[in-house]
């Protein structure tokens, strides 16, 4: 017996990238509806073989479905989810909105699957940021076994992090560079094509950005809230997959070696680790992938535990829609979609 399932946000993006998940895990699905703002109804996305016609949050009746995946934006998200959740489904929102709240369990299924049961209290649960994601991924194993003291993140985010906006900006302004003169920048502050931005998001006053508080603050909700993290966000002329650089320090010894066969049997991670010149992994061949990629596992000598490591995801596949849907499926592992209860 399957599932009712809405999807909310299903003409953006990450939206379209859902239902192509659910049916490429094959989600045990009864029933299945895209929803939207006013503006896209009837707009026709596709699930499977089959076109699904746009209906309208403001007229949807929630009641009738048992889960909803949902990819807003925070302000969207903030008036609807709390609402959609009091109707009876449980609300897997990828929006930043509800990520810090206590109430909320902020899940990545590798790495904190029994915080699935704190969802009772509002019948939401949040989608980690992208970046956090495939962060947490790679660094649940390896804290498992010698405890991580303080992490050293530079991020390499594609465009496709900032939507279909971010993605066409950096087409047009290719194509214009070669072709058609130059396009002012819009969705970013200057120019992404062949260029990169360190700043995605907004300053705080530290000086740091918001997508760069997100990491730290997820992270720490997340995996462990003793870990010191710094993190420098940056924007890179690519379609899709996000890339970090990665500097770990440890309490407890830990080499590359046993770092590699740590990472190489752990969920949602492969490792794709040879010396030569093709012998990791690049966003490009990320893109369309489900794993959290690592490479360019090496001993950091300036510390006395140190490793330093690269992180290569899809960032609308495991930073966004498959993290989801895996959440989907840990609910229906485990039992608690429907009339069943959370607590």
């Known amino acids: 017996m399957g ?5 909310v946000g299903a003409t953006g993006n990450v939206g379209r990238e859902m239902l192509v998940i659910l049916e490429e895990l094959n989600f045990p699905v009864d029933e299945i509806h895209a929803v939207a703002s006013r503006k896209s109804i009837g ?5 499977g073989d089959r076109s699904l016609y746009c209906e309208s949050i403001d ?4 009641s009738k479905v048992d889960i909803v995946l949902m990819s807003v934006s925070g302000a969207f998200s903030r008036e609807w989810a709390e609402k959609i959740g009091r109707a009876g489904p449980i609300v897997i929102d ?14 990545v299924p590798e790495v904190n699957p029994d915080d699935v049961h704190l969802a009772s209290a509002k019948n939401i649960i949040a989608n980690p940021n992208c970046s956090t994601i495939q962060l947490v991924v790679a660094l649940k194993p390896l804290h498992d076994v010698a405890g991580i003291k303080r992490v050293v993140v530079s991020t390499y985010q594609s465009v496709s992090g900032a939507g279909k906006a971010g993605m066409d900006e950096l087409w047009d302004q290719t194509k214009g560079i070669f072709v ?9 502050p200057k120019q992404i094509a062949f260029n990169v931005i360190p700043f995605i998001g907004a300053f705080g006053d530290d000086g740091y950005t918001d997508e760069e508080s997100k990491m ?8 462990d809230p003793e870990i010191a993290l710094t993190v420098t966000c940056v924007r890179v002329p690519v379609m899709v997959g996000h890339s970090e650089a990665v500097n770990i320090e440890f309490h407890s010894p830990m080499d590359e070696d046993e ?13 794709v680790d040879r010396r030569d010149e093709t012998g990791y992994m690049t966003a490009k061949e990320a893109q369309g992938e489900f794993a959290v990629y690592v490479s360019r596992i090496r001993n950091d000598p300036t510390v006395e535990y140190g490793l330093n490591m690269w992180v290569v995801s899809d960032n609308l596949r495991k930073g966004a829609a498959l993290n989801a849907v895996q959440i989907a499926q840990l609910l229906d592992e485990r039992g608690l979609i429907g009339n069943k209860v959370l607590a």
């Open 180 to 188: 058609l003169g130059p396009t002012p920048p819009k969705k970013f």
């Open 259 to 271: 770092a590699r066969d740590i990472l190489r049997d752990a969920p949602g991670v492969m490792v």
């Open 216 to 223: 730290w603050n997820e992270t720490h909700k997340i995996l």
């Open 43 to 47: 707009v026709e996305v596709n699930f």
């Open 3 to 7: 599932y009712r399932v809405a999807v």
């Open 59 to 62: 007229q949807f009746d929630f």
């Open 94 to 107: 990828n929006s930043s909105a509800w990520r810090m709240d206590p109430e909320v369990p902020l899940i």
